[in-house]
Protein backbone atom coordinates (compact mmCIF):
# COMPACT_ATOMS: atom_id res chain seq x y z
CA UNK A 1 0.00 0.00 0.00
CA UNK A 2 1.47 3.27 -1.02
CA UNK A 3 1.69 5.58 2.08
CA UNK A 4 1.55 8.91 0.09
CA UNK A 5 -2.06 7.77 -1.41
CA UNK A 6 -2.25 6.97 2.22
CA UNK A 7 -1.46 10.54 2.91
CA UNK A 8 -3.26 12.08 0.09
CA UNK A 9 -6.48 10.24 1.12
CA UNK A 10 -6.13 11.58 4.83
CA UNK A 11 -5.86 15.13 3.62
CA UNK A 12 -8.41 15.20 0.97
CA UNK A 13 -11.26 13.59 3.30
CA UNK A 14 -10.37 16.22 6.44
CA UNK A 15 -9.95 19.22 3.99
CA UNK A 16 -12.90 17.71 1.64
CA UNK A 17 -11.09 19.61 -1.75
CA UNK A 18 -7.73 18.42 -3.68
CA UNK A 19 -5.57 21.40 -2.77
CA UNK A 20 -2.46 21.86 -4.43
CA UNK A 21 -1.30 24.52 -1.90
CA UNK A 22 -1.30 21.69 0.34
CA UNK A 23 -1.15 18.29 -0.59
CA UNK A 24 2.22 19.63 -2.39
CA UNK A 25 1.38 17.64 -5.51
CA UNK A 26 -0.89 18.69 -8.72
CA UNK A 27 -5.37 18.00 -8.55
CA UNK A 28 -4.60 15.17 -10.87
CA UNK A 29 -1.39 13.52 -9.70
CA UNK A 30 -3.50 13.21 -6.25
CA UNK A 31 -6.68 12.09 -8.01
CA UNK A 32 -4.31 9.39 -9.79
CA UNK A 33 -3.04 8.54 -6.35
CA UNK A 34 -6.60 7.94 -4.51
CA UNK A 35 -7.69 6.16 -7.45
CA UNK A 36 -4.82 3.80 -7.17
CA UNK A 37 -5.75 3.27 -3.40
CA UNK A 38 -9.12 2.70 -4.29
CA UNK A 39 -8.20 -0.06 -6.74
CA UNK A 40 -5.63 -1.47 -4.00
CA UNK A 41 -8.67 -1.56 -1.97
CA UNK A 42 -11.62 -2.53 -4.36
CA UNK A 43 -13.95 0.03 -2.26
CA UNK A 44 -15.03 3.79 -3.16
CA UNK A 45 -13.57 5.92 -0.74
CA UNK A 46 -14.48 9.49 -1.90
CA UNK A 47 -17.25 10.38 -3.67
CA UNK A 48 -16.45 13.31 -6.52
CA UNK A 49 -19.24 15.76 -6.34
CA UNK A 50 -19.77 19.26 -8.25
CA UNK A 51 -18.95 20.93 -4.94
CA UNK A 52 -15.36 18.94 -4.36
CA UNK A 53 -15.41 15.62 -2.51
CA UNK A 54 -16.66 14.16 0.43
CA UNK A 55 -15.76 10.73 1.94
CA UNK A 56 -18.46 7.39 1.26
CA UNK A 57 -19.57 5.04 4.15
CA UNK A 58 -16.27 3.14 3.26
CA UNK A 59 -14.26 5.67 3.59
CA UNK A 60 -15.69 6.81 6.91
CA UNK A 61 -14.53 3.00 7.94
CA UNK A 62 -11.15 3.58 6.66
CA UNK A 63 -10.23 6.98 7.68
CA UNK A 64 -9.52 5.84 11.13
CA UNK A 65 -6.96 2.75 10.14
CA UNK A 66 -5.57 5.21 7.60
CA UNK A 67 -4.75 7.57 10.41
CA UNK A 68 -2.95 4.83 12.64
CA UNK A 69 -0.86 3.62 9.73
CA UNK A 70 0.04 7.32 8.97
CA UNK A 71 0.90 7.49 13.21
CA UNK A 72 2.69 4.41 13.13
CA UNK A 73 4.85 5.12 9.88
CA UNK A 74 5.55 8.73 11.19
CA UNK A 75 7.19 6.73 14.94
CA UNK A 76 9.08 4.67 12.86
CA UNK A 77 10.71 7.01 10.81
CA UNK A 78 11.84 9.08 13.81
CA UNK A 79 12.78 6.04 16.17
CA UNK A 80 15.79 5.98 13.47
CA UNK A 81 16.04 9.57 12.66
CA UNK A 82 19.72 10.25 12.82
CA UNK A 83 20.04 11.39 16.67
CA UNK A 84 16.95 9.80 17.83
CA UNK A 85 18.33 6.35 19.18
CA UNK A 86 22.40 6.43 21.56
CA UNK A 87 25.22 5.76 19.08
CA UNK A 88 26.28 2.36 19.65
CA UNK A 89 29.62 2.28 19.58
CA UNK A 90 32.41 -1.33 20.27
CA UNK A 91 35.39 -0.32 22.14
CA UNK A 92 36.47 -3.87 21.55
CA UNK A 93 38.10 -3.50 25.35
CA UNK A 94 37.04 -1.60 28.30
CA UNK A 95 40.53 -1.22 29.59
CA UNK A 96 42.17 0.08 26.38
CA UNK A 97 42.31 3.24 24.64
CA UNK A 98 39.61 3.29 22.71
CA UNK A 99 36.99 2.62 25.68
CA UNK A 100 39.27 5.71 27.90
CA UNK A 101 38.95 7.93 24.85
CA UNK A 102 34.93 7.25 24.08
CA UNK A 103 34.30 7.84 28.15
CA UNK A 104 36.86 11.17 28.08
CA UNK A 105 34.65 12.28 25.15
CA UNK A 106 31.11 11.38 27.09
CA UNK A 107 32.51 13.58 30.35
CA UNK A 108 33.19 16.76 27.82
CA UNK A 109 29.91 16.37 26.25
CA UNK A 110 27.57 15.12 28.79
CA UNK A 111 24.49 15.15 26.76
CA UNK A 112 25.71 12.63 24.42
CA UNK A 113 23.27 9.78 23.77
CA UNK A 114 25.69 6.57 23.59
CA UNK A 115 26.31 3.02 24.38
CA UNK A 116 29.54 1.70 24.49
CA UNK A 117 29.97 -2.12 23.74
CA UNK A 118 32.91 -4.82 23.70
CA UNK A 119 32.90 -7.07 20.84
CA UNK A 120 35.60 -8.80 22.05
CA UNK A 121 35.23 -12.09 20.58
CA UNK A 122 34.45 -10.57 16.53
CA UNK A 123 38.02 -9.97 14.98
CA UNK A 124 38.19 -6.55 12.50
CA UNK A 125 36.48 -8.09 9.51
CA UNK A 126 33.35 -9.53 11.69
CA UNK A 127 33.82 -5.70 13.61
CA UNK A 128 33.33 -3.93 10.21
CA UNK A 129 30.44 -6.50 8.87
CA UNK A 130 28.10 -5.84 12.02
CA UNK A 131 28.95 -2.18 11.62
CA UNK A 132 27.55 -2.84 7.98
CA UNK A 133 24.45 -4.48 9.25
CA UNK A 134 23.72 -2.27 11.84
CA UNK A 135 24.50 -4.20 14.57
CA UNK A 136 26.70 -1.28 15.87
CA UNK A 137 27.30 2.17 14.91
CA UNK A 138 30.96 2.29 14.73
CA UNK A 139 33.46 0.46 15.70
CA UNK A 140 37.59 0.69 16.84
CA UNK A 141 39.24 -1.58 14.79
CA UNK A 142 43.10 -2.04 13.08
CA UNK A 143 41.70 -3.28 9.62
CA UNK A 144 43.94 -2.78 6.23
CA UNK A 145 42.23 -0.43 3.94
CA UNK A 146 41.85 -3.08 1.10
CA UNK A 147 39.62 -5.01 3.73
CA UNK A 148 37.36 -2.11 4.45
CA UNK A 149 33.82 -3.43 3.20
CA UNK A 150 32.06 -1.14 0.60
CA UNK A 151 29.89 0.94 2.37
CA UNK A 152 32.33 1.35 5.36
CA UNK A 153 34.74 4.66 6.01
CA UNK A 154 37.18 4.06 8.13
CA UNK A 155 39.21 7.08 9.70
CA UNK A 156 42.42 6.59 11.53
CA UNK A 157 41.58 8.78 14.70
CA UNK A 158 43.50 7.23 17.38
CA UNK A 159 46.74 6.17 17.60
CA UNK A 160 48.24 4.34 21.18
CA UNK A 161 51.53 4.53 21.69
CA UNK A 162 52.93 1.06 23.38
CA UNK A 163 54.62 0.92 26.68
CA UNK A 164 56.66 -2.16 28.12
CA UNK A 165 55.27 -2.96 31.65
CA UNK A 166 58.04 -4.96 33.72
CA UNK A 167 58.00 -6.08 37.43
CA UNK A 168 60.90 -4.60 39.51
CA UNK A 169 63.36 -7.26 39.16
CA UNK A 170 63.40 -6.86 35.06
CA UNK A 171 66.51 -6.13 34.02
CA UNK A 172 64.76 -3.13 32.23
CA UNK A 173 62.77 -1.80 35.28
CA UNK A 174 64.63 1.16 35.99
CA UNK A 175 65.36 2.49 32.54
CA UNK A 176 63.92 5.61 31.60
CA UNK A 177 63.01 4.41 27.96
CA UNK A 178 63.95 1.80 26.03
CA UNK A 179 63.91 0.90 22.10
CA UNK A 180 61.95 -1.92 20.44
CA UNK A 181 65.02 -3.55 19.82
CA UNK A 182 66.31 -3.54 23.04
CA UNK A 183 63.35 -6.42 23.54
CA UNK A 184 65.53 -8.30 21.61
CA UNK A 185 66.06 -11.47 23.93
CA UNK A 186 63.62 -10.58 26.86
CA UNK A 187 60.38 -12.92 26.94
CA UNK A 188 57.42 -10.54 26.05
CA UNK A 189 53.84 -12.56 27.27
CA UNK A 190 50.60 -10.91 26.07
CA UNK A 191 48.16 -13.37 26.96
CA UNK A 192 44.88 -13.64 25.17
CA UNK A 193 45.81 -13.31 21.39
CA UNK A 194 43.88 -14.85 19.21
CA UNK A 195 44.83 -16.42 15.65
CA UNK A 196 42.63 -14.40 13.21
CA UNK A 197 42.69 -11.27 14.81
CA UNK A 198 44.03 -7.99 13.90
CA UNK A 199 45.79 -7.59 17.08
CA UNK A 200 47.80 -11.22 16.42
CA UNK A 201 48.42 -10.06 12.97
CA UNK A 202 49.75 -6.08 14.69
CA UNK A 203 52.13 -8.30 16.84
CA UNK A 204 53.40 -10.51 14.11
CA UNK A 205 54.61 -7.87 12.50
CA UNK A 206 56.39 -6.02 15.06
CA UNK A 207 57.94 -9.20 16.10
CA UNK A 208 59.44 -9.59 12.87
CA UNK A 209 60.57 -5.90 12.42
CA UNK A 210 62.64 -6.11 15.62
CA UNK A 211 63.28 -10.15 16.21
CA UNK A 212 60.99 -10.29 19.46
CA UNK A 213 59.95 -12.81 21.06
CA UNK A 214 56.18 -12.31 21.61
CA UNK A 215 54.19 -15.58 22.64
CA UNK A 216 50.50 -15.76 24.39
CA UNK A 217 51.37 -19.47 25.69
CA UNK A 218 49.37 -20.64 28.37
CA UNK A 219 45.42 -20.15 29.74
CA UNK A 220 44.51 -16.36 29.96
CA UNK A 221 43.45 -16.21 33.86
CA UNK A 222 42.17 -12.08 33.13
CA UNK A 223 44.98 -8.97 33.71
CA UNK A 224 44.85 -9.24 37.34
CA UNK A 225 46.92 -12.54 36.74
CA UNK A 226 49.05 -11.44 34.55
CA UNK A 227 49.92 -8.51 36.93
CA UNK A 228 50.53 -10.88 39.77
CA UNK A 229 53.01 -12.72 37.20
CA UNK A 230 55.39 -9.55 35.72
CA UNK A 231 55.54 -8.48 39.85
CA UNK A 232 57.15 -11.97 41.12
CA UNK A 233 59.32 -12.18 37.52
CA UNK A 234 62.46 -11.04 36.91
CA UNK A 235 62.31 -12.15 33.26
CA UNK A 236 58.31 -11.70 32.13
CA UNK A 237 57.45 -8.28 30.28
CA UNK A 238 54.12 -7.31 28.53
CA UNK A 239 53.25 -4.48 26.36
CA UNK A 240 50.52 -2.44 26.67
CA UNK A 241 49.13 0.98 25.41
CA UNK A 242 49.97 3.96 26.95
CA UNK A 243 46.14 4.75 27.08
CA UNK A 244 45.39 1.23 28.67
CA UNK A 245 43.83 1.51 32.29
CA UNK A 246 45.26 -1.01 34.23
CA UNK A 247 45.01 -1.27 37.78
CA UNK A 248 47.36 -3.47 40.42
CA UNK A 249 48.58 -3.60 44.08
CA UNK A 250 51.06 -0.81 45.16
CA UNK A 251 53.13 -3.65 46.35
CA UNK A 252 54.12 -4.55 43.02
CA UNK A 253 55.52 -1.74 42.27
CA UNK A 254 55.01 -2.20 38.18
CA UNK A 255 57.00 -0.39 35.98
CA UNK A 256 55.49 1.24 32.61
CA UNK A 257 58.07 2.00 30.13
CA UNK A 258 58.13 4.00 27.44
CA UNK A 259 59.26 2.83 23.87
CA UNK A 260 61.21 5.21 21.69
CA UNK A 261 63.56 5.16 18.37
CA UNK A 262 60.62 4.13 16.48
CA UNK A 263 57.83 3.88 18.78
CA UNK A 264 55.23 1.00 17.98
CA UNK A 265 51.38 2.85 18.08
CA UNK A 266 48.72 0.83 17.98
CA UNK A 267 46.37 2.24 14.77
CA UNK A 268 43.34 2.45 16.27
CA UNK A 269 40.59 3.14 13.02
CA UNK A 270 37.13 3.93 13.63
CA UNK A 271 34.85 2.14 11.34
CA UNK A 272 31.45 3.64 10.60
CA UNK A 273 29.03 3.53 7.79
CA UNK A 274 29.25 5.73 4.72
CA UNK A 275 26.56 8.83 5.18
CA UNK A 276 25.98 7.82 8.70
CA UNK A 277 24.63 11.75 10.12
CA UNK A 278 23.94 10.41 13.46
CA UNK A 279 25.38 13.70 15.55
CA UNK A 280 26.89 12.19 18.62
CA UNK A 281 29.06 9.83 15.40
CA UNK A 282 30.06 13.17 14.36
CA UNK A 283 30.86 15.18 17.73
CA UNK A 284 33.10 12.24 18.78
CA UNK A 285 35.07 11.90 15.29
CA UNK A 286 35.46 16.05 15.61
CA UNK A 287 36.52 14.85 19.20
CA UNK A 288 38.79 12.57 18.81
CA UNK A 289 41.02 14.73 15.69
CA UNK A 290 41.51 17.31 18.07
CA UNK A 291 42.22 15.38 21.36
CA UNK A 292 43.66 12.25 20.26
CA UNK A 293 47.03 11.24 22.09
CA UNK A 294 50.15 13.07 21.23
CA UNK A 295 52.53 10.63 19.13
CA UNK A 296 56.21 10.79 18.69
CA UNK A 297 57.40 11.97 15.20
CA UNK A 298 59.18 8.70 14.73
CA UNK A 299 56.97 6.28 14.95
CA UNK A 300 56.15 2.23 13.80
CA UNK A 301 53.11 0.77 12.51
CA UNK A 302 52.74 -2.75 10.62
CA UNK A 303 53.05 -2.00 6.75
CA UNK A 304 49.71 -3.04 6.26
CA UNK A 305 48.19 -0.38 7.70
CA UNK A 306 46.69 2.80 5.87
CA UNK A 307 49.00 5.71 6.47
Not at 4 to 27: K, M, N, P, W, Y
Not at 105 to 132: C, I, K, M
Not at 173 to 193: E, K, T
Amino acid sequence: MDVEALRTFVAVAETGQFQADELGISQQAASKRIATLERHIGVTLLVRTSRGSRVSLDGQVFLPHAKKVLAAVEQAEQAVRPGSRPLRVDVLNRRIAPAQAVYRFYRSHPGADLDAVTLSQENAAQAARAVLEGTVDASFRALPADQVPTGISAERLLDAPLELLVGPGHPLADAPRVGPADLAGHRIWIPGIRPGTEWAAFYQALSEAFGLSIDALGPNFGDEALMDALADSAALATLVGSGDRYLWPQNHDLRRIPLHDPTPVYPHTLLFRSGDQHPVLTALRDHLRTTGPRTPREVWTPGWVDR
